[in-house]
Nanobody, 116 residues
Framework: VHMVESGGGLVQAGGSLRLSCAASGIIFSINPMGWYRQTPGKQRELVADITIGGTTNYADSVKGRFTISRDNAKNTVYLQMNSLKPEDTAVYYC???????????WGQGTQVTVSS
């Protein structure tokens, strides 16, 4: 199983980025998926998740700014991030719900840096 995140980078506050996560080795269409982020010295936290039916859930800190979506035909989950803030700076990871619960499948993540 592999989760390959991409799309991170350096952006000014107020800017936008779109992250992608390509999943392989799982039956993507039957797996709830999520985006998570981690900063040094802190635990990984949920940013957003999406069920197999497309129902979404967001952390309070990103509501109204971030949008999670999925394309089952491409085995890919996306995170559109708008109105970025310096506090959004982190390494962003995706994972299936099963992988999150079991502590497996974590990929390398993609670094997002928001300058003020």
């Amino acid at each position: 199983v592999h989760m390959v995140e991409s799309g991170g980078g350096l952006v000014q506050a107020g800017g936008s980025l779109r992250l992608s996560c390509a999943a392989s080795g799982i039956i993507f269409s039957i797996n709830p998926m999520g985006w998570y982020r981690q900063t040094p010295g802190k635990q990984r936290e949920l940013v957003a998740d999406i069920t197999i039916g497309g129902t979404t859930n967001y952390a309070d800190s990103v509501k109204g700014r971030f949008t999670i979506s999925r394309d089952n035909a491409k085995n890919t989950v996306y995170l559109q991030m708008n109105s970025l803030k310096p506090e959004d700076t982190a390494v962003y990871y995706c994972n299936s719900n099963y992988g999150r619960i079991t502590g497996s499948y974590w990929g390398q993540g993609t670094q997002v840096t928001v300058s003020s």
